[in-house]
């Protein structure tokens, strides 16, 4: 099993769409772009959202696995995957790395 990295790479707010069809939330995502994790042996960090976690535990796995090549190409770096966290008003993204 490998380890793997997860970088938050950005952090996006939409405001408008929160306005529109959120209720008030007390605690919104506190994740910061740059912020990083390791997944040893592909196990969900200490302090990781589970939200986003639930997004790229397959991948996550996959790549502790020693697996990878996504979609026959996706990412330049096979031993990766860049996945968004599943909140609709403020997505983040996380690049996953083998390492």
């Not at 026959?72 to 993204?93: E, L, Q, T, Y």
Request: aromatic share 12%; glycine share 8%; hydrophobic share 35%.
């Amino acid at each position: 099993m490998y380890d793997v990295k997860i970088t938050v790479i950005r952090k996006t707010d939409y405001k408008d769409l929160q306005k529109l069809y959120e209720n008030p939330i007390e605690h919104a995502c506190t994740v910061a772009e740059g912020q990083e994790w390791i997944a040893e042996s592909g196990k969900k960090p200490e302090g990781m959202c589970d939200s986003a976690w639930e997004s790229m535990r397959w991948f996550v796995e996959e790549l502790a696995a020693g697996r990878g090549n996504f979609y026959d190409g996706w990412m330049k770096n096979p031993n990766s995957a860049m996945i968004s966290c599943n909140d609709g008003f403020r997505p983040v993204s996380f690049l996953i790395e083998r390492i």
